[in-house]
């Protein structure tokens, strides 16, 4: 089982701390959602991975190895990072020929990579005329291409259509069951509900969060319920008189902010009101996430030491 242990790994580019001290580890058999808002320092921590840029300090090794150590890097680690990074005027066929060829994995893999990313029929169309979900399929394509027991994509959705999103979904969990390490970049957080295990957020190349998404969501999330009642008068002054918010929606279903369904439940049956529905709602990963990312804007906009000194980004 290949896991990827980052340890207190920073990279600085002149002020700016890209990655600022992460240690967490990207464990097989899951899918891993790693998020952050723009320039939290994902893509460097995946560059770093794969020894695409030196870290300024700490280790990021595949497996116990630094990547650069694995003699055909495709069958230990396949990598999604810039799906343009394929030569436009080579065939999709050819373009994963080559990437097979310089790590031994035989051409039969080639053929069945195109037919499990849906490109088959595009294989001899140079790539340059490719549209960018097709590029991505192709980028996805050679990831698979040595078997590896790690995937890493960058935003693989990208560009994607709605059947393309729900492909690669069913993709990312049959690696993860298949005993693999996927771990997929994001800014799309309930997309990435819909599919990851566990989730690890940054913010400012800092670690905020590193647990599961259900763990994720009840940390992070307020409870609270919704309720449509045969009374709306009586239950309306039933619920503000025991302190709680009622919102009331169009649909004559109300939400009670900051509330369990068993509270709003017994405060109904207390006044005999008939409730014709109510249910604990969870929050949304979208509503968790934004309240802790903002929690990291708070520190972003900390004050810095004098109004003169270089702003540190
Ligand atoms: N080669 C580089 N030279 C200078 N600064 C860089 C370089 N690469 C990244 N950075 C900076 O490092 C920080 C982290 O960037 P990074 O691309 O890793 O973030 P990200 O989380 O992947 O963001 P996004 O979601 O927007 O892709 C940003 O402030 C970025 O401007």
Redesign the pocket.
Known sequence: MTSIDVKDLTKR??A?R?VDGLTCRFEPGRVTGFL?P????????MRLVLGLDRPTSGTATVGGRPYAAYGEPLRAVGALLDAQAAHGSRTARDHLRLLAVSNRIPDRRVDEVLQDTGLAPAAGRRVKTFSLGMRQRLGIAAALLGDPPVLMLDEPANGLDPEGIVWIRRLLRRLADEGRTVLV?S?LMNETAAFADHLVV?AR?RLLADLPVEDFIDRYSHPRVRVRTGDPVRLRAALRAAGHTVEEGADGRWTVEGARAEEVGAVAAREGVPVLELADERASLEQAYLALTAGGTEFAAAPSPSPTAPQE?
């Open positions: 580019y002149g700016t890209a952050g723009n320039g939290a320092g994902k893509s460097t921590t970049s800014h940054l190349g980004v």
